[in-house]
């Protein structure tokens, strides 16, 4: 019998070019990033009844540069669905699915630096094929008017016969993800970071980031600041505060990774606090936590930093 499916169901809608990496940019307009109220240094709900709904899991938000459009991943009882929604004429539209299938999950969107292209993770194995049993990175690309449909593979210098997670770019297009590639079977949970260069259009073999970010422990849902000053990602170790902590690494004057250190009370709780994105502005510091949601002011990360110098400061004087 005929399968009924929505197969990878993208929205047909004018998007303005506007929206794209623009050739000059001056800030994002009042009603950018929905025109809510801008958190302070103390995490909030974002969009509140509108993007972080009752009793919905939402997670993996991602904004424009201009902070006109957003795309976030909501789970469906084993399946998963990315949504989108724009600034259009003044007004915000109503998310909508822009990838789903009542058989394959989207998840985890990520623009690329130009925003031409739109990253996720999906077990898609093609049209009217079954879903694979792991994750691959995938992405489509910015039509004149609209999201094209057709998926494309971003190759196996990245994607494995196992799972590839939640992605990240910096400036230079060096993409950042966790896998469990080398996980053994019988820990198939724990995740690493890696990092994959460009070179001509192509991603370059992907290398395993050293052991200042990577434990024997899980580490995924990895964000990277633009210039690559610091990383984002979600670990889950010994002594946290919950399920899953945020945890941070600033690059020293050799350009290495320092140690990641958990990011503290003043974002991790007893909840499960993962999928780090910071605006291209600079301004706000986004996450999941306990399903829904939250931002808060990427202050926050300067004065992790800060902290982090007055230890050193004092380690060196001891």
């Known amino acids: 019998m005929k399968r009924e499916r929505l197969m990878l169901v993208i929205l047909v809608v004018v998007v303005p070019l506007m929206f794209a990496a623009s050739l000059s940019y001056f800030g994002p307009p009042a009603l950018a990033y929905l025109g809510q109220d801008s958190p302070t240094m103390t995490p909030k709900i974002f969009a509140p009844g509108v993007i972080s709904q009752k009793d919905v899991s939402e997670f993996g938000s991602v904004f424009n540069q201009e902070g006109t459009e957003l795309f976030y991943g909501v789970d469906l009882q084993g399946r998963s669905e990315i949504r989108y929604t724009y600034l259009k004429n003044g007004e915000w539209t109503k998310p909508v699915a822009l990838l789903s299938d009542s058989l394959v999950s989207y998840n985890d969107p990520f623009l690329s630096p130009d925003e031409d292209r739109l990253y996720f993770i999906s077990n898609y194995s093609g049209e009217d094929q079954p879903p694979k049993s792991d994750y691959d990175m995938l992405y489509i690309k910015r039509g004149k008017k609209h999201w094209e449909t057709k998926v494309y593979n971003v190759g196996p210098n990245i994607n494995t016969d196992r799972d590839e997670y939640y992605m990240s770019f910096d400036e230079r297009g060096t993409v950042y993800f966790s896998s469990n590639f080398n996980a053994s079977v019988h820990r198939e949970h724990d995740f690493d970071i890696y990092a994959s260069s460009v070179v001509d259009g192509d991603f370059q073999p992907s290398i395993l980031l050293d052991e200042a970010i990577n434990t024997d422990a899980y580490e995924a849902d990895v964000f990277v600041a633009p210039d690559a000053s610091y990383i984002l990602f979600c670990g889950i170790r010994d002594n946290g505060y919950g399920q899953g902590d945020l945890?941070?690494?600033?690059?020293?004057?050799?350009?290495?990774?320092?140690?990641?250190?958990?990011?503290?009370?003043?974002?991790n709780t007893g909840f499960h606090e993962l999928c780090p994105f910071v605006t291209k502005d600079g301004q706000y510091l986004f996450f999941t936590r306990n399903q829904d949601i939250y931002w808060v002011d990427a202050d926050i990360i300067e004065k992790i930093r800060a902290r982090l110098g007055r230890s050193l400061i004092i380690q060196n004087k001891s």
Do not use: C, L, P, Q
């Open 247 to 267: 945890y941070i690494s600033f690059k020293d004057e050799h350009d290495n990774w320092t140690k990641a250190v958990n990011m503290g009370d003043d974002i």
